[in-house]
């Protein structure tokens, strides 16, 4: 394990995060790491991902692990591995020389963590057996993460006010994440004109995220059927007036996540309806980001991004109206159904183990609006956040073809004009913007966005 | 969902196999496919596998779903996806659509579930949800898959006796496995010599499988330290002198495994140490394969690569005395510690889940010997069994410095001669062998395992 080769300064890191959280926090808090699932039988396991938020406090992806934070002290809990298993897992370090690595006060193997949990808060793990444990070991029902109670609601508040900012160290590992990620991006566009299915593409992109050592931080979309929002498969053809869709980001060793969706033309040159689309969601794209400063609401951004579209969608014949009147009605929902973005670092949507707890200013709920409710981020933003913004357009078959959604907006659309789009099936261009003190930074930026830059790459492949 | 587009002679089989079910066992039986585990927040999930035995009788990887077999009749219990799912998953194929095509007799809702279980006879699946359902259903605690009880025990011996020979359907799935892979570890080869690290080996190899639009079977080996037998990381550079093991297998999207190592030399050369000792572990590898045959015992088959191994460690002046002698003290297996190899099918270790019920013939039990308590796979071959045959050398510190083991075999090793081997830390070769009436089939055998084809193929890079 190459585990404590890296990151010299993680024991500097880590003592300044449990520090503040001690600021905001009295109870002694404990975080488990979790165990990897199962694939059909014990012996054939899904790659370990630890809990976020012991990796945050930890800095290292052990495996069946608990750290106990009180009052600015870390102690590691967790077993050294059998003699036995030597033989079949190589030497692994030590808990000593991973404590010490951490940086941590104490060390003590596993047995003895049930001495040390009394009036601790803890947030519920994914894994049955670990959140098990945790109810035994602190001899309570955990609520789950989605809805803390008592001291881990306190517990639950204090880390996100923490994980809501990035540090130095996080932003590094962030950085390394969207440049893998960026390169994995480059070669599938590369790889397009001579494959003949998703899945090629697929590979060519997640085996760049292999080949440095990275896993991915989700499960990839890419796909010519980008209206299906969540298509996990990679079954179809490529045809070459398809519109190609991948929403694709690596996340490092120690979990720090990217996020970036490109559409690219199969081909490498876009029809012309799919460059007036593209170039409308790159317009939003940008004035997004343009948009992004310490104090602005998110919400706005994503008011913004509704309010291109729709003036875009009027400019091309599509819809009809006055652009406020269309957002305020919803009418751009009808194309662009999700919301702008959401929040990233260690999960690719941060922190939704917690429920809206982190994306979610307090006091703050759901919209039940149909344009607004799907918004996973609803804060102002401050320096040292990272958001992704993602605006996108999908003719997605489930909404158009909705009676009452079709009966709402009859007058709104230009449905005859609409259907001379119909190569036009989903975009989505996504990036990772940094908010900084003097606006942003995109994080994402290597990689290439501008319709001819695109067409550009495609047309480039590489053997 | 590209489901149903494939295997058009499936549902004969599926009739086929539980007709033969039929056949073994009265109890009707209720298979559950699983769900998908989440990845430290719930809406970020690992890939879907469906539980084997589902898959045996189902044929298909249905989530969230349960079929219910008697008497030679299917059902399937499934819900449809919800109008707001087609938003995000696109239209998926109903519940009748996929009975249809899986050729069920009746198709219900999962909550028609409760009142078809009187009396059913089940596998324990490995999630817990999952599992938890199955005890509330059949209104009983369900003993774990590796230790079934009563009825259920029942069902495993009769599921044993199915999945251990493979129909021509399942054949016709292994063989796919097997190319796919054959072209992941050829693409390994051919990337080594402009690779810097096991990592990009490893995104080589997986991005042929993800390509073709398949998964792993298991967490690949790509290491230049073969002699962690279990080595799962891939953070080590490539060095010109290294050997590269990697044993990386792909599955279909049904579920049938593959299984293949190959070892060779990073600079397209093995050394005249490396070459040995490969020409030792390929002769055991032939050896084997030459005795596979109806009949034969897999331990056997073992004991004659333990033989060869110890003959030619006996040649090369590291193993002194007599072969026979050495294999009956275990000598071979400071070298060669595990088994000569598995049941190869839905699991890349064939029904594993059910410990040991499935590799041992009844009335057999693991022997407690050194060389021996390793073997996963202890009875006599017969006609449509899937094996592996994976011989070994690996130089393993925790064996080769273990106290008592030194002590035991001081005087049969020579130890300055084998320090002259510090090259060759760990070899394996491993090919799918099916059993056929005349002897065997090797899946595998278009790829090369010759020491000089090996060098051929490292020696002409790809672009
Ligand atoms: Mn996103
Ligand atoms: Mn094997």
């Known amino acids: 394990m190459q585990l404590l080769e890296k990151n010299s300064t993680l024991s500097q890191t880590l003592k300044q995060r449990r520090e503040k959280l001690a600021q905001l926090i009295e109870t002694p808090a404990i975080f488990w790491s979790g165990i990897a699932p199962s694939r059909n039988f014990?012996?054939?396991?899904?790659?370990?991902?630890?809990?976020?938020?012991?990796?945050?406090?930890?800095?290292?992806?052990?495996?069946?692990?608990?750290?106990?934070?009180?009052?600015?002290?870390?102690?590691?809990?967790?077993d050294d591995s059998s003699p036995d298993s030597a033989l079949w897992h190589g030497e692994l370090p030590k808990r000593d020389e991973i404590a010490a690595f951490m940086g941590a006060d104490r060390a003590y193997p596993l047995s003895e963590l049930p001495a040390y949990t009394a009036h601790a808060a803890t947030i519920a793990v994914g894994d049955s057996k670990t959140y098990q444990q945790q109810c035994q070991l602190l001899n309570r029902i955990i609520s789950p993460a989605n809805a803390p109670q008592g001291i881990d609601l306190d517990l639950a508040k204090a880390v996100i006010t923490l994980r809501l900012t990035h540090d130095r160290t996080a932003l590094s590992e962030?950085?390394?994440?969207?440049?893998?990620?960026?390169?994995?991006?480059?070669?599938?566009?590369?790889?397009?004109?001579?494959?003949?299915?998703?899945?090629?593409?697929?590979?060519a992109m997640e085996g760049v995220i292999l080949s440095h050592n990275m896993q991915c931080a989700y499960n990839s979309i890419v796909t010519?059927?980008?209206?299906?929002?969540?298509?996990?498969?990679?079954?179809?053809?490529?045809?070459?007036?398809?519109?190609?869709?991948?929403?694709?980001?690596?996340?490092?060793?120690?979990?720090?996540?990217?996020?970036?969706?490109?559409?690219?033309?199969?081909?490498?040159?876009?029809?012309s309806t799919q460059r007036d689309i593209y170039d409308l969601v790159l317009a939003a794209h940008d004035a997004c980001i343009e948009k992004i400063r310490p104090g602005v609401e998110?919400?706005?951004?994503?008011?913004?991004?509704?309010?291109?579209?729709?003036?875009?969608?009027?400019?091309?014949?599509?819809?009809?109206?006055?652009?406020?009147?269309?957002?305020?009605?919803?009418?751009?929902?009808?194309?662009?159904?999700?919301?702008?973005?959401?929040?990233?670092?260690?999960?690719?949507?941060?922190?939704?183990?917690?429920?809206?707890?982190?994306?979610?200013?307090?006091?703050?709920?759901?919209?039940?609006?149909?344009?607004?409710?799907?918004?996973?981020?609803?804060?102002?933003?401050?320096?040292?956040?990272?958001?992704?913004?993602e605006p996108g357009f999908y003719q997605v078959p489930a909404i158009l073809n909705h009676r009452e959604l079709r009966a709402k907006y009859e007058k709104v659309v230009n449905w005859s004009r609409l259907s001379e789009f119909a190569d036009v099936r989903g975009i989505?261009?996504?990036?990772?913007?940094?908010?900084?003190?003097?606006?942003?930074?995109?994080?994402?930026?290597?990689?290439p966005n501008k319709a001819q830059d695109i067409e550009n790459l495609v047309s480039q492949p590489r053997d």
């Not at 950085?175 to 990620?181: D, E, F, G, I």
């Open 298 to 389: 998110y919400q706005e951004i994503h008011l913004l991004a509704c309010f291109i579209i729709a003036q875009g969608l009027i400019e091309l014949g599509i819809l009809k109206g006055d652009p406020t009147n269309l957002v305020e009605m919803d009418a751009h929902a009808l194309f662009f159904p999700h919301g702008i973005g959401h929040l990233l670092g260690l999960d690719v949507h941060d922190m939704e183990d917690l429920g809206d707890l982190a994306g979610y200013e307090r006091g703050r709920t759901r919209s039940d609006r149909f344009g607004l409710g799907y918004l996973r981020l609803n804060r102002p933003l401050h320096s040292g956040m990272l958001v992704t913004i």
């Open 428 to 447: 989505r261009i996504e990036d990772d913007v940094f908010v900084t003190e003097f606006g942003a930074e995109v994080l994402t930026a290597s990689l």
């Open 174 to 203: 962030l950085r390394q994440a969207a440049s893998v990620s960026v390169k994995a991006h480059i070669a599938g566009m590369q790889a397009t004109l001579k494959a003949k299915t998703e899945a090629e593409i697929r590979g």
């Open 224 to 271: 010519v059927h980008g209206e299906v929002l969540h298509n996990e498969h990679y079954g179809h053809d490529l045809h070459p007036n398809d519109l190609l869709l991948a929403d694709v980001g690596a996340e490092t060793e120690n979990g720090w996540a990217s996020d970036i969706t490109r559409t690219w033309p199969v081909k490498g040159k876009f029809s």
């Open 42 to 78: 014990p012996a054939n396991r899904y790659s370990f991902r630890a809990n976020s938020h012991f990796l945050y406090f930890a800095g290292l992806p052990l495996e069946n692990a608990a750290i106990r934070l009180e009052k600015g002290k870390l102690d590691l809990f967790m």
